[in-house]
């Protein structure tokens, strides 16, 4: 499967983004999407997660309250909606799938996303 994201760019602090990504097939309900990030100099970390058949979600605690992972089954696309975004949210960002919880055992090109203080 590929997957392909869209949606960074260049923003200031407490602004928003919405990152979409969709991937090249059906997504099976045994699947989940998730988003992980990499920021300069620092290793991969995981975002949020969705599960495809379910209404269930994870998050990591530096973005919980702010950021909402949401899916479009009939459209395969999952969304990262980003609110209140701090310097420290800057990385590209990285859609992945799989039937793992959080998934990463797919996973598509980064988009970046730059948020100046």
């Known amino acids: 499967v590929q997957l392909q994201a869209s949606g960074g760019g260049l923003v200031q602090a407490w602004d928003s983004l919405r990152l979409s990504c969709t991937a090249s097939?059906?997504?099976?309900?045994?699947?989940?999407m998730g988003w992980f990030r990499q920021a300069p100099g620092k290793n991969r970390e995981f975002v949020a997660a969705?599960?495809?058949?379910?209404?269930?979600?994870i998050y990591a605690d530096s973005v919980k309250g702010r950021f909402t992972i949401s899916k479009d089954r009939a459209e395969n696309t999952v969304y990262l909606q980003m609110n209140s975004l701090k310097p420290e949210d800057t990385a590209v960002y990285y859609c992945?799938?799989?039937?793992?919880?959080?998934?990463?055992?797919?996973w598509g090109h980064g988009t970046q996303v730059t948020v100046s203080s």
């Open positions: 097939r059906r997504i099976y309900s045994s699947g989940n």
């Open positions: 992945t799938t799989g039937s793992d919880w959080p998934p990463d055992r797919f």
């Open positions: 969705i599960r495809w058949s379910r209404d269930s979600t």
